[in-house]
């Protein structure tokens, strides 16, 4: 298997515009989780899906983040506006097991790297 | 305070040492914790996985919880260049199923 795919690796944008992150799961995978990794703060939990319900948002800093999962082979994060504070890597990572399971077995992407200028 | 306290680093060691990565924490809910490593502009992948306290071992790593200090550290023995990473460590438990990251510590092995 491929892994989690994340695309664009990077992207560079000017404050006010729309991002849109983009993720594919590892096939069988009913959980996809996004999170967000700063210097500050670390790693940090946005929002998880369980077959492609949006289950915990509560870490989605704001309204300007939004996620969808239409299917089970694609999600999207979408920043809009973007503010020079969102720049950060933004990470996929999808699992066989639910957060509650606690294996901590999360297969992370490589990662967005979003700056805004 | 912080739930999870990681020292940063960075850490440089030579070929060979033995390296200890530490971190620890505040909740006493925490049973499960784990130990991610992160190479340079890559995600984070699972390295070792234990519950409660006490030991686990896996070829040159050894992760260790000491619940009544709430501490846990990662041994490495033997250190290789290809060791060099960034370590993490998380944690979870109690009604909180979230794994809660340290910031992570960044290791150099030099040969």
């Known amino acids: 298997d491929a892994g989690v795919i994340q695309s664009p690796r990077h992207e560079v944008t000017e404050m006010g515009q729309e991002v849109t992150l983009r993720c594919k799961p590892i096939?069988?995978?009913?959980?996809l989780f996004w999170y967000r990794q700063t210097m500050m703060r670390g790693l940090e939990l946005l929002i998880y899906?369980?077959?492609?319900?949006?289950?915990?948002d509560s870490g989605m800093p704001e309204d300007r983040f939004s996620a969808k999962m239409p299917n089970a082979s694609f999600s999207t994060l979408k920043i809009q506006p973007s503010e020079p504070r969102d720049s950060a890597v933004y990470f996929c990572a999808s699992s066989l097991f639910p957060p509650q399971e606690r294996t901590g077995e999360l297969f992370f992407g490589e990662g967005s790297r979003l700056t805004v200028l | 305070q912080k739930e999870v306290e990681q020292d940063p680093g960075p850490l440089s060691v030579p070929e060979g040492a033995i390296v200890s990565l530490n971190c620890t924490y505040s909740?006493?809910?925490?049973?499960?914790f784990m130990w991610y490593r992160q190479y340079s502009r890559k995600g984070p992948e699972l390295l070792m996985y234990t519950y409660s306290s006490g030991n686990k071992e896996d070829g040159r790593f050894t992760a260790q919880v000491d619940k009544s200090s709430k501490y846990i550290s990662l041994f490495i023995r033997d250190s290789q260049p290809s060791d060099s990473a960034t370590y993490l460590c998380?944690?979870?438990?109690?009604?909180?199923?979230?794994?809660?990251f340290g910031k992570g510590t960044l290791l150099t092995v030099n040969p």
């Open positions: 899906f369980n077959n492609n319900v949006p289950i915990d």
């Open positions: 909740n006493s809910a925490f049973q499960y």
């Open positions: 096939s069988g995978h009913d959980y």
């Open positions: 998380a944690m979870s438990g109690g009604s909180n199923y979230k794994l809660t």
